[in-house]
Structure formats: C-alpha cells, structure tokens
C-alpha cells in the first residue's frame, strides 16, 4: 500500500509539471523608449457643435487603424480614453492622420493632415478640418505630491486653442487665474492668483500648481477652484477680463469653476467660438 501511495504521489507530481509547462502565462508586450518612440493622445477641439453626427468613428493613422466606432471620439473630447496616462505609440517621423465622422455606414473623411510627429510624449490637438495639428509636449515625469503624510497641491496646464468665429483664431493673450478656499468654515477665498505665463493661440502653459484647500480633513482630498481669464496687451499689461458671448447669447466675463484632487494634473483647454456658437469653455481632461 506505501509502495502504492508513492506511485500515486510521483503521478500527482509528473501531471502537476507538464499542466504548468503547458499554460505558461507570457504577456505580448513591447518595451518603448521616449527617446526612440513616439507617444500621443489625441484631442478633437474643432468648434463644432456636439453630438453624435459630429462624432468621429473611424480614426487611421498612417493607414493603421487606431480606434472605430466601439470607442468613438466625441467634439471637445480625446483618445486613447477610458483611464488616464494612455497614449499611442508610433515611430517618430512624418505621419498621416485621417479622421471619419458620420454614420457607421456612411463615414466620410473630415480630416487628411500629414505632420511631423518627435520622439516623445505628445498631445496632438486638431482644431481646425482644413489645418495640421497643435502639438503640444506632454512634459514628463508629471509632478507629484512630496510631503510624508498629506499635500495641498493639484498641477493644471491651460491650452489657448479659442477661435473668435469660424476660422478665425483669437489674437488675444490669455492668462488663466485661479482663485481657492482659504477657509472652507467661512467660505474665504484667495487673491487671484496667476496661473502660469500669458499664452497665445496655440501655447500651452507648463505644469502649473493649484492649491486644493480638502472640504474633508481625512481623505485623499478634494476643493473646489475658481477660474478667470485676462486679457494681456502686447506691453504686457492687464487689458480685463475676457469676454465670451454665453449659451443665452450675451456677452459675458468668462468665469467658470472645477473640482481638484490632490496630486492629481490637469488638461485645460480653452476652446469653442468667443463672439459666436457653438460657445466657448474650458475642456478638461485628467492626464494623471
């Protein structure tokens, strides 16, 4: 009978080897460099009005195709979508971009753009149907929190892609603002603050922070932050706030505001008609 159990064991043991050989669980993966690799996501800022007829259902580049109408890029949008930090990936060099909207079964071509893409990490922007991309830097490694236990600190980068009419792209300078809670007991909020350098048409910020004062003292920590716009003239100074017609069709100071999470970073982009419709605002994406 032990002779037996043993027999049985030394089995047990050979069928338990060649089950493991046989379903070894690899990962296709490919390692990518951004010193020899190109990675970006890509935003669709054209001002036009949304909805499903303006979405984008078919995206090449370079005769790959990189999304369908399972994952469409919907106006004021961007992809790869879904959770934040993803990119594509492509070898650096000349690219060609195409872009399809409409029905699935009627798709017609919206955009044939070729442009010089670098080795890195890009956000590409397309603002206009007939035009090349904005690209931006996507600066890496992001900042992030230091202190040992907590942090009182968001990052936010403010892209100036806002159009006066249909294709016309504002001349104006723009500098974003911030403004927070100093005291979530009283309501008191902080001087306006500068939110970077003033930006052209185009120009993007770098990583810049904002305080977040947390509305809940044991938690990853939340705030709200208020937003501005001024108008900078060419010798620097401080011409007002901006002025952007609203949905009711007045004229108005832009103002708007926007929840931040500690250690979290933002996209902001300023996009959409300043004196005409579909109207303009601030499109915000995570990227960390």
């Known amino acids: 009978m032990k002779n037996l159990d043993r027999l049985l064991l030394l089995l047990s043991c050979l069928l338990f080897n060649v089950a493991c050989d046989k379903n070894v669980v690899e990962y296709d993966a490919t390692a990518i460099s951004d010193e020899t690799t190109t990675q970006f996501q890509l935003h669709y ?11 984008i259902n078919k995206v090449e580049l370079n005769g790959r195709l990189l999304t369908n109408e399972t994952a469409p ?20 060099g000349t690219v060609n971009l195409k872009l399809y909207r409409g029905a699935v079964s009627s798709l017609a071509l919206a955009y044939d753009q070729s442009f010089e893409l670098p080795a890195g990490k890009y956000n590409v922007i397309v603002h206009d149907f007939a035009k090349p991309p904005i690209i931006v830097k996507n600066e890496v490694p992001y900042p992030k929190v230091t202190t040992e236990f907590t942090g009182t600190t968001a990052w936010v980068k403010f892209y100036n892609v806002l159009y006066e009419t249909a294709g016309v792209p504002t001349p104006l300078k723009l500098q ?36 977040v004062n947390k509305t809940v003292e044991v938690s990853s920590g939340t705030a709200r932050i208020d937003y501005r716009i001024r108008m900078i003239g060419q010798d620097g100074s401080d ?50």
């Open 45 to 55: 800022m054209v001002p036009i009005p949304t909805g499903t007829a303006n979405n």
């Open 73 to 92: 890029l919907a106006v004021y949008n961007f992809i790869p979508s879904g959770a934040v930090g993803k990119f594509f990936a492509t070898e650096p």
């Open 176 to 211: 974003y603002q911030f403004q927070y809670t100093t005291d979530n007991d009283t309501g008191t909020k902080s001087e306006w603050m500068n939110l970077g350098s003033p930006v052209a048409f185009g120009e993007s910020t770098g990583w810049e922070p904002v305080t």
């Open 239 to 288: 011409q007002g706030s901006l002025v952007v017609r609203n949905t009711a069709g007045n004229m108005v100071n832009y103002a708007d505001w926007w929840n931040a999470v500690i250690g979290r970073v933002y996209h902001h982009m300023l996009a959409g008609y300043r004196a005409a419709t579909p109207v303009s605002g601030v499109r915000v994406a995570t990227a960390l």
